[in-house]
């Protein structure tokens, strides 16, 4: 199978000059020091439409004949290929329908339409809207545009391997996302052509790793399950296309699960102020998880794919990843239904200097003696030991405690 060149790539950066960003590089010492090396970030979560997939998909519209155009467009997506369809199509004046999940991200689903395009929702996974998309591209006469296994998408997506060389010239180690392998096949074929010493490897979630078990079989094989937060890169099988890619030019794939994904999420947020949703966060998840080793010798750059997150989603992945650092809990407990019981509970609760965010009261609970009170607390805590210090002080005190 013919793999995509480094012309096609230059061509597409000839191409979508205008139009995309050459989104920064940021050097995180926060994930550095972690991780004892270098790290940069390839910033695509600031990039027009909030990720890489303006890219590859203004390059396949672009390259599409009058003929072609004039029918217009359809795709399939759960959300950042689809706002990368759309507004490639409305710069370039072309009708487009996009098919997403049911489940699609509400906001995903807002932008896309505000881009200008039809939306339909199909299916309850991203593979169920992609039959649809097909069959509706065959039905209608709209050219299909592939969220990934074609070369022309995975030229454009190539780009942003040019741009790590020009902005990080020692690069020595590229983590890429890895969903349906678009954009690992874009940046490999650039990287193996201008320094083919740099180590690149592809990042997938565990829930829904679909190349470990296709390089191996030497064929795209669907993966057991699609089951993660990184919706983004929940991809069942990946493309005959990208996997001949990702065989012959990508040194590496691992696997990161979805609670290693939050706390890159958490910590991308707090202490590089970058919001970036699950799925763009799987190379930094990689790098904390101790996935890759990192050396000291030159740099390396993690791909942050794209920040379209539901805020509800970063509010619940916030929650748990300060929970997981024990920087917040939620405690249950009993006290006497008497005056004065709640305030002496809390009395406690502030002489070990956890902050309240939450209390609730229960009377009505099965588990409930006559005369108690079940109370609820959020706490803000500071750390594993402050919350162990806590524990054995309310213990200690007298108040049976679970955690819920």
Same mark, same amino acid.
């Given at each position: 199978?013919?793999?995509?060149? $480094?012309?096609?790539?230059?061509?597409?950066?000839?191409?979508?000059?205008?139009?995309?960003?050459?989104?920064?590089?940021?050097?995180?010492?926060?994930?550095?020091?972690?991780?004892?090396?270098?790290?940069?970030?390839? &910033?695509?979560?600031?990039?027009?439409?909030?990720?890489?997939?303006?890219?590859?998909?203004?390059?396949?519209?672009?390259?599409?004949?009058?003929?072609?155009? @004039?029918?217009?467009?359809? &795709?399939?997506?759960?959300?950042?290929?689809?706002?990368?369809?759309? =507004?490639?199509?409305?710069?370039?004046?072309?009708?487009?329908?996009?098919?997403?999940?049911?489940?699609?991200?509400?906001?995903?689903?807002?932008?896309?339409?505000?881009?200008?395009?039809?939306?339909?929702?199909?299916?309850?996974?991203?593979?169920?809207?992609?039959?649809?998309?097909?069959?509706?591209?065959?039905?209608?006469?709209?050219?299909?545009?592939?969220?990934?296994?074609?070369?022309?998408?995975?030229?454009?997506?190539?780009?942003?391997?040019?741009?790590?060389?020009?902005?990080?010239?020692?690069?020595?180690?590229?983590?890429?996302?890895?969903?349906?392998? /678009?954009?690992?096949?874009?940046?490999?074929?650039?990287?193996?052509?201008?320094?083919?010493?740099?180590?690149?490897?592809?990042?997938?979630?565990? /829930?829904?790793?679909?190349?470990?078990?296709?390089?191996?079989?030497?064929?795209?094989?669907?993966?057991?399950? &699609?089951?993660?937060?990184?919706?983004?890169?929940?991809?069942?099988?990946?493309?005959?296309?990208?996997?001949?890619?990702?065989?012959? $030019?990508?040194?590496?794939?691992?696997?990161?699960?979805?609670?290693?994904?939050?706390?890159?999420?958490?910590?991308?947020?707090?202490? @590089?102020?970058?919001?970036?949703?699950?799925?763009?966060?799987?190379?930094?998840?990689?790098? =904390?998880?101790?996935?890759?080793?990192?050396?000291?010798?030159?740099?390396?750059?993690?791909?942050?794919?794209?920040?379209?997150?539901?805020? $509800?989603?970063?509010?619940?992945?916030?929650?748990? /990843?300060?929970?997981?650092?024990?920087?917040?809990?939620?405690?249950?407990?009993?006290?006497?239904?008497?005056?004065?019981? $709640?305030?002496?509970?809390?009395?406690?609760?502030?002489?070990?200097?956890?902050?309240?965010?939450?209390?609730?009261?229960?009377?009505?609970?099965?588990?409930?003696?006559?005369?108690?009170?079940?109370?609820?607390?959020? =706490?803000?805590?500071?750390?594993?030991?402050?919350?162990?210090?806590?524990?054995?002080?309310?213990?200690?005190?007298?108040?049976?405690?679970?955690?819920?």
């Amino acid at each position: 199978m013919e793999l995509v060149t $480094l012309d096609a790539i230059r061509d597409a950066r000839e191409r979508l000059q205008g139009i995309t960003m050459t989104t920064p590089v940021e050097r995180s010492r926060a994930v550095g020091e972690l991780v004892g090396g270098e790290v940069w970030l390839k &910033c695509e979560n600031l990039q027009r439409t909030g990720s890489f997939k303006l890219r590859g998909a203004y390059n396949r519209i672009a390259r599409l004949s009058e003929a072609e155009r @004039a029918n217009g467009v359809v &795709c399939a997506s759960a959300g950042n290929h689809a706002q990368g369809v759309a =507004l490639a199509a409305a710069l370039q004046g072309v009708r487009a329908t996009v098919v997403m999940p049911r489940e699609a991200p509400l906001p995903k689903v807002d932008a896309t339409q505000a881009y200008g395009a039809e939306v339909r929702l199909e299916g309850d996974t991203f593979d169920e809207a992609l039959q649809t998309a097909l069959e509706y591209a065959r039905s209608s006469g709209q050219v299909f545009v592939h969220p990934f296994d074609h070369p022309d998408i995975i030229a454009g997506q190539g780009t942003i391997g040019l741009e790590i060389l020009d902005q990080v010239p020692d690069t020595g180690t590229v983590l890429v996302c890895l969903g349906g392998g /678009g954009l690992l096949s874009g940046i490999a074929v650039a990287l193996r052509a201008l320094r083919p010493g740099v180590r690149i490897v592809g990042v997938q979630a565990t /829930g829904s790793a679909s190349f470990p078990p296709s390089l191996e079989a030497g064929e795209p094989v669907s993966a057991p399950t &699609c089951d993660t937060i990184a919706d983004g890169i929940a991809v069942k099988r990946p493309g005959e296309l990208t996997l001949a890619h990702v065989r012959e $030019l990508v040194d590496e794939v691992v696997t990161v699960d979805d609670e290693e994904i939050a706390r890159a999420v958490v910590l991308l947020l707090e202490r @590089a102020k970058l919001v970036v949703e699950p799925a763009g966060a799987a190379a930094v998840a990689a790098l =904390l998880a101790g996935r890759i080793e990192v050396s000291g010798d030159h740099a390396t750059v993690a791909t942050l794919s794209g920040g379209n997150i539901d805020p $509800l989603m970063l509010q619940h992945l916030v929650t748990g /990843g300060l929970t997981t650092e024990g920087r917040y809990v939620t405690l249950r407990t009993q006290v006497p239904d008497t005056p004065g019981q $709640l305030s002496r509970l809390l009395r406690l609760v502030g002489d070990e200097r956890a902050n309240v965010v939450g209390v609730s009261h229960h009377r009505l609970e099965n588990r409930l003696r006559l005369g108690q009170v079940e109370v609820v607390l959020e =706490l803000e805590t500071r750390g594993h030991d402050h919350v162990a210090r806590l524990l054995a002080a309310l213990e200690e005190g007298g108040y049976p405690l679970h955690r819920p």
